[in-house]
């Protein structure tokens, strides 16, 4: 009986002990499902949205163009630095609370008389390009272009009605001696969506320059400027390096479209962001062989390139997708130079391009009055033109223009085009002075171009407000913001910079009893 007694109390015992020990795996294994998921590293929006890109190949879901703002979604993929908690904890971010704001500034400024005044109608010969009549067939030329290839290209069904016309075409149309495009563009919305979205047929390097550069092609026959991304947002230029040895960031050729559209320029041809498929768009499409040669996958299994160019083009510096997806400018191109021929100029104010030599405005101080002087700085209105770039470079802290272009037909009574923007916006913790040189040392400037910084300078209008709002409706700011904070800021400063510089020009001009006229009045012929 005791035997028994014992038995059954062994068997008991052990039941006992078999069902703490599962008791104890079940609570380690419920432990371990709670706290796993904070020790994996989070990812961020762009991760999510690279790895969603790669599995679709596509970005046109969800894009839209330059007249319309980004949705709640969108707003909510931006950086997680932007976020703030309130005095309840909760979590509050600059998109939710600000962009609102900043977009309704924009809006203001557009709608600002100052933006819209009546311009009077454009001459006949003042347009740059113009539709043929139908000709006879004994009058066709020979010389008339056809496409080499009809593979991936849409059949041309255009006409002399515009509405006929793909959103290139009625771009280039629509140039004239005195802008690229009008103030409300009614071509824009489906020319920036074009860039952004439409089916890419062919990838071959741009000749020339000293970076790598692509010109993609559309199955309507348009084509852009393509420059990938090779810094991230938040990187600032090297101080060691010279500024004809920096990288061309994607990024700045966005931001500087939307500030010379801000500052009421419209010199910069439309510059849009997009996420490109290394493998399906440039890769697969590519005729230049020099080009798919420079193809390689990286020890990270991610798909990359580097082109042959001057400088940036070999494995060390190579452009690589994540794994395939790449971030890039594409810019709409001009008509091409057979069409309507561009004119190289040579800057005044050109850098020495030397690590020891000076430039002679640099030792110089009465350079500008040699410049007066010289042609055709010396009538019309080249020199306030000038200026005008000047001060675009100056915001956007771009030493490297060397050069700049104007188109043949309209001889030197005509806007400058305000090309190759990849250098600036390197730095927005130093403002560098020297490239405000023109603009104090020949004090001019044009009353437009006057009273827009003046306007910018407003809070209700402030500058860097409403260039977070414009790049924020560029299909990258899914990703990220195009600029980082830093760099919006350093915009109020140097607007700050360049209206005091015009100050002290308008003051000693009192002091010199009216001689030499600071303000060029262009309103006046308006």
């Known amino acids: 009986m005791m035997w028994r007694m014992c038995r059954r109390s062994r068997t008991i015992c052990l039941s006992l002990a078999f069902i703490t020990v599962f008791l104890h795996l079940l609570l380690a294994l419920v432990s371990l499902s709670i706290y796993h998921q904070p020790c994996d590293p989070p990812q961020t929006p762009r991760t999510h949205i690279l790895r969603d890109l790669a599995r679709t190949n596509s970005i046109s879901a969800g894009v839209r163009g330059l007249a319309e703002p980004p949705t709640d979604n969108a707003q909510r993929h931006s950086s997680n630095k932007d976020a703030k908690k309130d005095a309840k904890g909760h979590v509050q971010t600059l998109s939710d609370k600000g962009l609102s704001s900043d977009l309704s500034k924009l809006e203001a400024l557009f709608d600002h008389p100052l933006y819209n005044t009546l311009s009077p109608a454009v001459p006949e010969d003042d347009w740059l390009l113009k539709v043929k009549p139908k000709l006879k067939a004994s009058e066709k030329s020979s010389m008339m272009w056809v496409s080499a290839s009809q593979e991936g290209y849409e059949d041309i069904q255009w006409n002399s009605s515009s509405t006929s016309h793909p959103p290139w ?264 002075p020297s490239i405000l040189a023109p603009l104090e040392q020949c004090c001019r400037i044009r009353r437009s171009t006057w009273q827009h910084l003046r306007l910018l300078s407003l809070p209700e209008y402030r500058l860097s407000d409403v260039m977070r709002a414009s790049l924020s409706r560029d299909p990258l700011h899914r990703v990220a913001p195009l600029l980082a904070e830093p760099h919006l800021a350093a915009l109020n400063r140097r607007l700050k910079t360049v209206l005091e510089t015009v100050s002290r020009c308008l003051k000693q001009q009192r002091g010199d009893g009216g001689g030499g006229e600071v303000i060029y009045d262009d309103l006046a012929f308006i």
């Open 169 to 432: 075409l009625r771009f280039h149309l629509g140039i004239n001696r005195r802008q690229l495009y009008p103030h409300r563009d009614p071509n824009m919305e489906a020319l920036t969506q074009q860039l952004a979205t439409h089916r890419i047929v062919s990838a071959v390097q741009k000749s020339g320059g000293t970076q790598l550069k692509l010109v993609m092609s559309f199955p309507n026959y348009g084509q852009a400027m393509f420059k990938p991304m090779k810094q991230q947002r938040d990187e600032e230029t090297d101080y060691n390096l010279y500024y004809f040895s920096d990288f061309e960031r994607h990024n700045a050729e966005i931001a500087a479209f939307h500030l010379d559209r801000i500052l009421g320029y419209r010199r910069i041809p439309p510059v849009v962001g997009r996420l490109v498929d290394v493998v399906k768009e440039i890769k697969h499409v590519t005729t230049d062989r020099r080009l798919a040669r420079t193809f390689f996958n990286s020890p990270v299994g991610n798909v990359c390139f580097y082109g042959q160019c001057s400088y940036y083009c070999s494995t060390e510096h190579a452009v690589c997708g994540r794994p395939r997806g790449l971030e890039a400018s594409l810019a709409v191109m001009l008509p091409d130079p057979t069409l309507a021929a561009r004119r190289s100029w040579r800057s005044p104010w050109r850098r020495s391009y030397s690590r020891s030599k000076l430039a002679k405005w640099k030792t110089e101080p009465d350079y500008c009055s040699t410049v007066k002087k010289t042609s055709p700085y010396d009538q019309g209105t080249r020199l306030v033109d000038f200026i005008d770039l000047v001060i675009l470079d100056f915001l956007m802290s771009n030493m490297d223009r060397h050069h700049y272009e104007t188109f043949e037909k309209f001889g030197n009574n005509t806007f400058l085009l305000h090309l190759d923007n990849g250098r600036a916006f390197g730095r927005h913790s130093k403002d560098e």
